[in-house]
């Protein structure tokens, strides 16, 4: 593959938050795993597991577990600062327009912490390197399963509240995993039922920094609040989309 295509391929995945609810081939779905596994994994470890749910009570169940946490998250809203703009205002996922609960496929990515016991010592029992060590490779595998989707057309989207506390004891308990899996993350996968706006980027020329630095080479706290203010409102904008106008 050359840059072109690579670049290509990074622009078109985008989280997409409405799904066809069309089957999706059990090949596909080992082909993205196929490509997940082979991530860069910290002294390979590999610490992956995924787990794929297609039943329709099961996702039930889980879209249930995450609603608990957007509940909660709306009570939160209260406390956001006023120069952000408006807070979020939602009952649960598919009223912030965020439905990804039609999508026919949804894939866990588990950590096993038990890799751990594969890392030099020094890490082993360091929490912070051995934290960041763990989690990026998990994170690496989470983005190779997302580009991969792209590939075969299809549409996806990152649903990490499953992994807050009640969401993931929950989620455990449902599927029986082992106490020693942590969850990452979760991919809703599917048929796109609606096309993304363009992203809202920053601009490059202000992110990139050679050698040394002064504090005045980087964004204003006033610049950041600008940005941040201007990125919430294109993403509140773009979750509540309910077509393609």
């Not at 799904?19 to 795993?33: A, G, H, N, R, S």
């Not at 809203?77 to 703009?85: H, L, M, N, V, Y």
């Not at 060590?133 to 590939?151: D, E, R």
Request: aromatic share 12%.
């Amino acid at each position: 593959m050359d840059y072109e295509s690579l670049l290509e391929l990074v622009k078109q995945r985008r989280s997409i938050r409405r799904f066809k609810p069309d089957p999706i081939p059990d090949e596909y779905v080992d082909k993205i795993i196929e490509v997940a596994r082979w991530a860069p994994s910290g002294f390979n470890m590999q610490p992956w597991e995924f787990v794929v749910v297609k039943e329709p009570e099961l996702k039930k169940r889980l879209v249930e577990y995450v609603d608990q946490y957007w509940m909660l998250a709306k009570s939160m809203e209260t406390a956001r600062e006023s120069w952000q703009g408006k807070p979020w205002k939602t009952s649960g996922v598919r009223n912030a327009g965020m439905d990804y609960t039609t999508a026919p496929v949804f894939i866990i990515l588990f950590g096993d912490t038990r890799t751990s016991a594969g890392l030099p010592m020094g890490v082993r029992y360091d929490p912070n390197r051995y934290r960041t060590i763990f989690t990026s490779g998990l994170a690496s595998a989470f983005l190779y399963m997302h580009l991969a989707a792209a590939t075969l057309g299809l549409a996806s989207q990152w649903v990490s509240a499953i992994t807050t506390p009640y969401a993931a004891c929950m989620v455990k308990n449902l599927l029986g995993i082992p106490a020693e899996m942590e969850p990452y993350d979760m991919m809703a996968l599917g048929y796109p039922a609606i096309k993304p706006r363009p992203k809202f980027m920053r601009d490059p020329e202000k992110m990139i920094h050679y050698g040394l630095c002064v504090k005045e080479d980087f964004r204003s706290d006033e610049e950041v609040k600008d940005f941040v203010k201007k990125a919430r409102n294109w993403t509140i904008g773009s979750h509540r989309r309910k077509s393609d106008e």
